[in-house]
């Protein structure tokens, strides 16, 4: 289930703010999509990500695919966990297998985000 209070891009990846800071991750339904996922290549702590740019890459059994930011920021923390347990992402994309934390610089630039349900409507997911 998608937590209610977090927020969704068309690209499938999912943010939840907690005031300026916010974490990043794919959703469920990417994830399913993708398959099995074999490696997951993220920026570095006080890298900057622009939203709607890519700012890594997860590479699953299927294909390769580019992750996009859902806000402008800079990179806290980044879930290092992942560079050994990569399918963290399959088995729990709201919780462990988070991908980065954003201290957010626009935080307006979240009402371009869309709600659960908005969310649900775009993939068929209900």
């Known amino acids: 289930m998608h937590p209610e209070n977090y927020h969704f891009t ?15 991750g794919i959703t469920d339904y990417a994830q399913k999509q993708l398959g099995d996922i074999v490696f997951v290549e993220l920026p570095s702590e006080g890298d900057t ?4 740019k890519p700012f890594g890459v997860v590479e699953s059994v299927k294909s390769v695919s580019d992750l996009y930011a859902p806000l402008t920021g800079r990179v806290a923390r ?12 399959n088995q729990d994309p709201y919780g462990e297998g ?6 957010v610089t626009d935080p307006a630039e979240a009402e371009g985000l869309m709600s659960l349900a908005e969310y649900e409507s775009l993939t068929g997911k209900s």
């Open 78 to 89: 980044v879930n290092t966990r992942l560079t050994d347990e990569p399918e963290l992402v």
């Open 98 to 103: 988070w991908l980065i934390v954003v201290e």
């Open 49 to 52: 990500v622009q939203k709607g």
């Open 10 to 24: 068309k690209e499938h990846e999912w943010i939840n703010l907690e005031g300026d800071k916010g974490t990043v």
